[in-house]
């Protein structure tokens, strides 16, 4: 959702004729909003809003209390046409002011058997805030075609109201400068594939260290390259590791800033992504901008997003990705032809198509 946001706001500061103000909680946001120069305000982080909408407290009645926080009281005061929240925020229904919503995804209807969209009491935070996004934003952003169908199919919204806007590679992709002390810094194999996600069990780490495990004994050298904070299932993806006798075959690297993560594209086999999740991710778009080519999974919008670009595997077949795995790792003349559509799909889609089909969109908002 960070990455998103940055490719909205991007968006949005290329657009002629519009006034962009930035409201933010987290001070991780600085040094961007610094950057691009935008005219940004910092909210109280955990104001009555922020509690009402943890708490799932009725909506009816926040108009009742809305004045005792100093976040809705901005939101009044700040005279914009619209506020758009790009990352499913519970302003976007607590907000006074017009909004425009964002949905990334209902894998908690679709995908409801993954705890980290089910468990304590997630499911019903999410039914919550995803209910009230719908009835209460203007206009809706999805990443898709797919992501339209499961807004009507899960709460009634009419389709005009939902307007598929594909997810892009962020500006800081397209980045070609190796970092400083890049080498001294990452002990890379010569050649390795990667996974750059958090260890989510939806991730599917798991299956792709068994699909390794699988054609190990065809590709003696083969090595992964896991990038994701040491938290949520970490633990559990390195005893898998171990359990398989993977430990000199795969890499932790844990957190990596977005420089390194351009670098370590570019130098990798492939991104092999067999997530459960979608609709779509932006992990294969950044990729396939530094000439990776793209493993993943074949469910919900990806085939819209990345059409014949990529490799698809069937994630929950071990078979189907150790094959993917295999092919792409031994086959030069298979690994320059995904490479080379892989950039071809990324001309297609830029940063700046996305910014002028946002620009669309909002013109269908009334002023």
Same mark, same amino acid.
């Given at each position: 959702?960070?990455?998103?946001?940055?490719?909205?706001?991007?968006?949005?500061l290329?657009?002629p004729?519009?006034?962009?103000?930035?409201? #933010?909680?987290?001070?991780?946001?600085?040094?961007?909003?610094?950057a691009?120069?935008?005219?940004?305000?910092?909210?109280?982080?955990? %104001?009555?809003?922020?509690?009402w909408? /943890?708490?799932?407290?009725?909506?009816s009645?926040?108009?009742?209390?809305?004045?005792?926080?100093?976040?809705?009281?901005?939101?009044?005061n700040s005279?914009? &046409?619209?506020?758009?929240?790009?990352?499913?925020?519970?302003?976007?229904?607590?907000?006074?002011?017009?909004?425009?919503?964002?949905?990334?995804?209902?894998?908690?209807?679709?995908?409801?058997?993954?705890?980290e969209?089910? %468990?304590? %009491? @997630?499911?019903w935070? /999410?039914e919550y @805030?995803?209910?009230?996004i719908?009835?209460n934003?203007r206009?809706?952003?999805?990443d898709?075609?797919? $992501?339209?169908?499961?807004?009507?199919?899960? #709460? $009634?919204?009419?389709a005009?109201?939902?307007?598929?806007l594909?997810?892009v590679?962020?500006?800081?992709? +397209?980045?070609?400068?190796?970092?400083?002390?890049?080498?001294? /810094?990452?002990?890379l194999?010569?050649? +390795?594939l990667? #996974?750059?996600a958090?260890?989510?069990?939806?991730?599917? &780490?798991?299956?792709?260290?068994r699909?390794?495990?699988?054609? @190990?004994?065809?590709?003696?050298?083969?090595?992964?390259?896991?990038? $994701?904070?040491?938290?949520?299932?970490?633990?559990r993806?390195?005893?898998?590791?171990k359990?398989?006798?993977?430990?000199?075959?795969?890499?932790?690297?844990?957190?990596?800033?977005?420089?390194d993560?351009q670098?370590?594209?570019?130098?990798?086999r492939?991104?092999?992504?067999?997530t459960?999740?979608?609709?779509?991710?932006?992990?294969?778009?950044?990729?396939?901008?530094?000439?990776?080519?793209?493993?993943?999974?074949?469910? #919900?919008?990806?085939?819209?997003?990345?059409?014949?670009?990529?490799?698809?595997?069937?994630?929950?077949?071990?078979?189907?990705?150790?094959e993917?795995v295999?092919?792409?790792?031994?086959?030069?003349?298979y690994?320059?032809?995904?490479?080379?559509?892989?950039?071809?799909?990324?001309?297609?889609?830029?940063?700046? &198509?996305?910014s002028?089909?946002?620009?669309?969109?909002? /013109?269908?908002?009334?002023?």
């Amino acid at each position: 959702m960070f990455q998103y946001s940055l490719s909205i706001l991007d968006a949005l500061l290329r657009l002629p004729d519009t006034s962009v103000l930035v409201a #933010y909680e987290s001070a991780e946001w600085a040094p961007y909003l610094e950057a691009r120069r935008v005219k940004a305000v910092r909210l109280d982080h955990r %104001g009555l809003g922020w509690w009402w909408a /943890r708490l799932c407290l009725p909506l009816s009645l926040w108009k009742y209390f809305s004045s005792l926080d100093s976040t809705a009281r901005f939101f009044s005061n700040s005279q914009m &046409h619209y506020w758009l929240f790009p990352a499913q925020d519970h302003w976007t229904y607590l907000c006074p002011s017009p909004s425009i919503g964002v949905i990334h995804d209902l894998m908690h209807r679709y995908q409801s058997h993954f705890p980290e969209v089910s %468990g304590w %009491g @997630r499911y019903w935070a /999410r039914e919550y @805030r995803f209910r009230n996004i719908c009835r209460n934003a203007r206009l809706l952003l999805v990443d898709s075609k797919i $992501g339209q169908q499961h807004v009507i199919e899960s #709460y $009634g919204v009419p389709a005009g109201k939902i307007h598929p806007l594909h997810y892009v590679a962020p500006t800081h992709s +397209y980045t070609t400068s190796t970092p400083d002390d890049f080498d001294m /810094r990452f002990s890379l194999p010569a050649k +390795y594939l990667f #996974y750059p996600a958090q260890f989510w069990q939806h991730k599917n &780490h798991n299956g792709l260290l068994r699909a390794i495990a699988k054609v @190990r004994h065809e590709c003696p050298d083969i090595r992964l390259v896991l990038a $994701g904070k040491e938290r949520l299932g970490h633990k559990r993806v390195v005893r898998e590791a171990k359990k398989l006798g993977l430990d000199d075959a795969v890499m932790f690297l844990s957190y990596v800033a977005d420089a390194d993560l351009q670098e370590l594209y570019r130098r990798a086999r492939a991104l092999v992504m067999p997530t459960f999740f979608g609709p779509t991710n932006i992990p294969p778009l950044e990729a396939q901008v530094q000439g990776c080519p793209v493993i993943i999974s074949n469910v #919900y919008g990806m085939p819209e997003l990345l059409g014949d670009s990529v490799c698809y595997v069937n994630p929950l077949s071990e078979d189907s990705i150790a094959e993917a795995v295999r092919r792409i790792w031994d086959d030069d003349v298979y690994h320059a032809s995904l490479k080379q559509e892989g950039l071809r799909r990324s001309r297609q889609w830029t940063p700046d &198509h996305f910014s002028r089909r946002l620009e669309e969109i909002l /013109r269908s908002l009334p002023r």
